[in-house]
Every structure is written in C-alpha cells, then in structure tokens.
C-alpha cells in the first residue's frame, strides 16, 4: 500500500508538481498542529482549536508550500559549485542564512493578522527564539536533504520533518 501510495504521490508531482507541493504542506502542517495541540499541549478533542489548525493548514498550502518549492528549485538551478559537498554546503548556507529568517519572519506575521494579532510585535517577542531554535535542527536536516533526496522529494521531505517543527512553531506562536 505505501508502495502505490507513493507511486501515486510521484505521478501527481509530474504532472502538477507545484499544486501536489501546495496540497502537501497544507495536511501536513496541518498535521504539525494537530501535534501541537493534542500532544503537547494536551488539549483534547473537546478544547482543540480547529480556526488555529485552519491557519496553519492556509498558511502551509498558500505560502510555504510553493514558495518552498520554488527556493529549491531555484538552489538547484543557481546553486551549483564545483563539487558536490560545496555545493550541499552552499546550499544549506543559503538556506538557513536567507531562506530561513525571512520565512519565520512571514509565518509569524502571517498568523498574527489572520488572528487579528500585531505582526511587529509578534515579530519582536518570537522571531530571534524562533530562528535560533531552526539553527539547533534544519542545518542538519538541510543537508541530508540537499545530499540525499532528488528535487522532486525534498519539499516532502521538509514536510515531514516539519510535523514537529511545525509543532514547536505553532506552539510559540500560541504562547
């Protein structure tokens, strides 16, 4: 079954590569705050907050899915030294030194207006932690991403990694 599930997956990524991307990241952050809420914060059905799983699910199929899908295309497109550990070095640095502030910077944002919140404020309290938090863990995961995994899975990849970023996210969001 996970066999021709992802044979599946692979014959929508050829022919609608970007909206199979976008209807990724949706679920799956919206799976990342499903996590959020019922496992660490243990709120139970009853108290679950389905317009902040919602937001997630909109930001993720909207925003960071194909925007993600376009910055990895574009570092394997433009980001290409002479060997290839440089270039899983160059692009990991990419990543994390451009890709990664200015994406925390529009989730933050991003969820403070749809909660009818103050971005600048969200952005002073919560971007620095946030963006030291994604040092700890996406570096390592970048590189076994740029390394490891053909264009077409790596925003997958991401994705599934993200479940428990995106869980952390959703949480300091919520805090």
């Given at each position: 079954?996970?066999?021709?599930?992802?044979?599946?997956?692979?014959?929508?990524?050829?022919?609608?590569?970007?909206?199979?991307?976008?209807?990724?990241?949706?679920?799956?952050?919206?799976?990342?705050?499903?996590?959020?809420?019922?496992?660490?914060?243990?709120?139970?059905?009853?108290?679950?907050?389905?317009?902040?799983?919602?937001?997630?699910?909109l930001y993720g199929?909207?925003?960071?899915?194909?925007?993600?899908?376009?910055?990895?295309?574009?570092?394997?497109?433009?980001?290409?030294?002479?060997?290839?550990?440089?270039?899983?070095?160059?692009?990991?640095?990419?990543?994390?030194?451009?890709?990664?502030?200015?994406?925390?910077?529009?989730?933050?944002?991003?969820?403070?207006?749809?909660?009818?919140?103050?971005?600048?404020?969200?952005?002073?309290?919560?971007?620095?932690?946030?963006?030291?938090?994604?040092?700890?863990?996406?570096?390592?995961?970048?590189?076994?991403?740029?390394?490891?995994?053909?264009?077409?899975?790596?925003?997958?990849?991401?994705?599934?990694v993200s479940i428990?970023?995106?869980?952390?996210?959703?949480?300091?969001?919520?805090?």
């Amino acid at each position: 079954m996970v066999v021709s599930l992802f044979r599946w997956y692979n014959g929508r990524l050829a022919a609608r590569p970007l909206l199979t991307q976008a209807v990724t990241t949706s679920i799956l952050f919206a799976t990342g705050d499903i996590t959020a809420q019922q496992l660490v914060e243990r709120r139970g059905l009853e108290k679950h907050d389905l317009t902040r799983t919602g937001r997630m699910a909109l930001y993720g199929g909207f925003v960071f899915g194909p925007v993600a899908t376009t910055w990895f295309n574009f570092l394997a497109r433009r980001v290409n030294p002479s060997n290839k550990r440089l270039t899983t070095m160059a692009r990991v640095a990419c990543d994390q030194l451009a890709f990664a502030p200015v994406m925390i910077g529009v989730f933050l944002s991003s969820m403070a207006t749809m909660e009818g919140g103050s971005p600048k404020h969200k952005l002073e309290i919560t971007w620095w932690p946030a963006l030291k938090a994604n040092w700890m863990v996406w570096p390592f995961v970048q590189m076994v991403n740029f390394t490891f995994l053909p264009l077409q899975h790596r925003v997958l990849f991401a994705n599934v990694v993200s479940i428990g970023w995106n869980s952390y996210l959703s949480w300091v969001n919520n805090q």
